[in-house]
Structures are given as structure tokens and as C-alpha cells.
């Protein structure tokens, strides 16, 4: 596997490293693009995201239907490559630091694993970690209609890199400033 740590990196001044950097832009966003192997291109989707990042290291938690090219393709090969970006465009406003949008991103590379409601306990935590990321009550038991209609995906990184649109040294200056002057 590619390390992408250490791929030269455009503008590498951006890079974000270490958690403290990292796990403050996966709190801004609660959605990720994920990228599965397919033939011959990836095949790439929008997700809903929950993540959870521990001494064990970072999980992100996604929800899906119970069938379909994701699940087929994760079958295939568990390899995943998980984009959470949060961006903001500044046109029409006064630039900030002389740029004219913003952003902050991560990407994870990691391996997916397919949470069953059956597995109760794992499941019901996948699906409270992206709950609670998404601002609702956490889910106390397993409903019948989970079964028929849900699952949840579990995505264990093995590498995680981070950019953002300038080069930032503190921790303070990682949320994206509001647009406020025209």
C-alpha cells in the first residue's frame, strides 16, 4: 500500500498531522465521499458520517441499505478510501488571508467491515456514534424494520491525511472563518 504520508504534497505547508488537527475537522462535517474498488474506475458515493477516535485509533461509522453495487463491492474487497471535506466559497465577500474559498480536509484508507443488526451491540454502537454526530437522541434497541432495511458500515483506517487551504499551526485556527464583509 502506498504510504501517504509520505507522497510529496502540493502546497506540503498544508498538511495536517496528528490527531489534534485531524479529529477537529472530522467534527465539522457529517458527511464523506467513499471510494470502492470497481472495474475498470472506482466507484465513488456520498455518505452520512459518524466517527468515533480512540486509543484503538479512528473508526467512521455510515449507513447504508441492505443491498445493492456498495455492498457487493465491499464484499469484493473491503479497501475503502473515505474523503471528509468541509469547504466554503468566498466569492462576493472580502477574501480572508487572500484567498478567495476555504477548506479543510481529511482522507482515511482504510478496511470496511459490514455491521448486521444481528450483531446487536456493534451495530446499535455504529449507529449511535452517527447518530450522535448527527444531532439525534442515540437509538436504545434494535427495531424489526432494521433488518429489512439497514446496515451499517464500519471503516477502520490504516492511514489518514489531512490538507487544508492554508497553512495552519494551531489548533484555534482550524475552524473555516465566516464570510462576513462584501
Known amino acids: 500500500m502506498t504510504d501517504h504520508k509520505t507522497l510529496q504534497m ?14 477537529p475537522v472530522l467534527s465539522m462535517s457529517e458527511y464523506c465521499t467513499v471510494a470502492l474498488h470497481d472495474d475498470p474506475y472506482p466507484y465513488i458515493v456520498p455518505m452520512n458520517m459518524g466517527y468515533e477516535w480512540d486509543e ?11 443491498k445493492g453495487h456498495r ?8 479497501h475503502v478510501c473515505v474523503n471528509v471535506c468541509t469547504f466554503l466559497d468566498r466569492f462576493g ?3 480572508y488571508r487572500n484567498e478567495g474559498h476555504d477548506y479543510r480536509s481529511i482522507t482515511v484508507f482504510g478496511t ?8 446487536e451491540e456493534e451495530f446499535l454502537h455504529g449507529l449511535n456514534v452517527l447518530a450522535v454526530q ?8 434494535i427495531v424489526p424494520d432494521f433488518e429489512r432495511r439497514l446496515r451499517i458500515l464500519e471503516v477502520t483506517a490504516e492511514q489518514i491525511t489531512g490538507k487544508a ?3 495552519i499551526t494551531e489548533v484555534e485556527d482550524l475552524p473555516i472563518p465566516p464570510n462576513t464583509e462584501r
Do not use: C, S, W
Not at 495536517?16 to 488537527?21: N, S
Not at 484503538?56 to 447504508?64: A, D, K, N, S
Not at 448527527?134 to 434497541?141: I, L, N, S
Open 134 to 141: 448527527h444531532g439525534r437522541a442515540p437509538v436504545k434497541k
Open 56 to 66: 484503538t485509533g479512528l473508526r467512521l461509522y455510515l449507513h447504508m441499505a441492505v
Open 93 to 95: 465577500y472580502k477574501p
Open 71 to 78: 455492498i457487493d463491492l465491499i464484499n469484493k474487497d473491503p
Open 112 to 119: 470496511a467491515r459490514i455491521l448486521e443488526p444481528k450483531d
Open 10 to 23: 502540493q502546497h506540503a505547508n498544508r498538511r495536517l498531522e496528528g490527531r489534534e488537527f485531524l479529529e
Open 165 to 167: 487551504q492554508y497553512p
